[in-house]
């Protein structure tokens, strides 16, 4: 068998995988056939293709034996829904969330490495039985799927070769559901709008200087008394996609907490004590210098409310945009 017969395959999933990470990641194609194109055989077929490859780097034995094209290339896209749902599900735990950048990274970097493993598998297989793309998948092959075939005992059958009535209803679910795959790939891509590069959200946080003078979340003032204040810095980073005008309101509840400091068993007074307008832009953080502590003694949670529009008329930790607060213990 010729270099080209055994390689040729796992090299055009390289090279298409890197075409798709360029198009999608470098250029930014937004035009959506183009993307459509790219995207529906980066999720549906390579990564599954290059992983069955690098499992079953032999040819079909002549008794039937093997994976074939045909079989390859249905298993292919059963595993790579497989992939692509374990890496967006992995993803979700991680800073980026599910977004276009960490899904097309990952896709691409497992597609790249089994199709590799594939070729260094196929090299050190014996050349008369590596599995190579000879004359492809031809109609015969689709027409045994839907086909029962009487075999004489001990004669092998194929994978998908049926061997009964119920086999074959088998058969034609499961292209159905292919197809129906497909067809809703290719609708998603066209109608749904693309991944945003970073899921819209802001980020609220207090800070306060150390020893150092270094600003941390580590050194916040917690043992004042009423009346007394400390300096902090409530920080407002925008990752929304536009310029935000935000308010924050200070809100302050008299508690009364279990005899571990745990848990409130209790709110026995609630005020709002002060708000103010921030706006920032998008990507940008702003930094309010405020000198917080409460106005009463015993065990106290001065709130920092944070709201992106109108500030409803009863502001609470409850339907705050964002929260942070400062824990005082009388």
Partial sequence: MRVHQWTGDLFVVLLFSGLAAGGILVAEVSFTPIRVALALPLVLLLPGYAFISALFPDAPAEDGKGLGTLERVVLSVAVSLAVVAMIAYAANFTPY???????????????????????????????????GVRSGVHLGAVAGLFTVQRRRPGETRGPFEPENERQLLLNVFLVFSLLALLAGGVYMGVAAPSLPNEQPHTEFYLLSENDEGELTSTDLPTDLSAGETAPITIAIENHEGETQTYTTVVYQQEVTLSDDGRTVESVDGAEELDRF???????????????????????????????H??????????????????????
């Fill in 97 to 131: 969330g599910i977004t276009l950048l960490p899904i097309t990274v990952a896709v691409v970097g497992w597609t790249v490495l089994f199709a590799l493993l594939g070729l260094v598998r196929r090299a050190r297989h014996p050349a008369e039985g590596r599995y």
């Fill in 309 to 330: 529009g109108d500030v409803p008329d009863d502001p609470s930790p409850e339907n705050a945009d964002e929260t942070t607060r400062l824990a005082f213990t009388g």
């Fill in 277 to 307: 307008e921030t706006t920032v832009e998008d990507g940008g953080t702003e930094q309010v210098s405020y000198d917080a502590g409460p106005t009463a003694d015993g065990d106290v949670y001065v709130w920092f409310l944070l709201y």
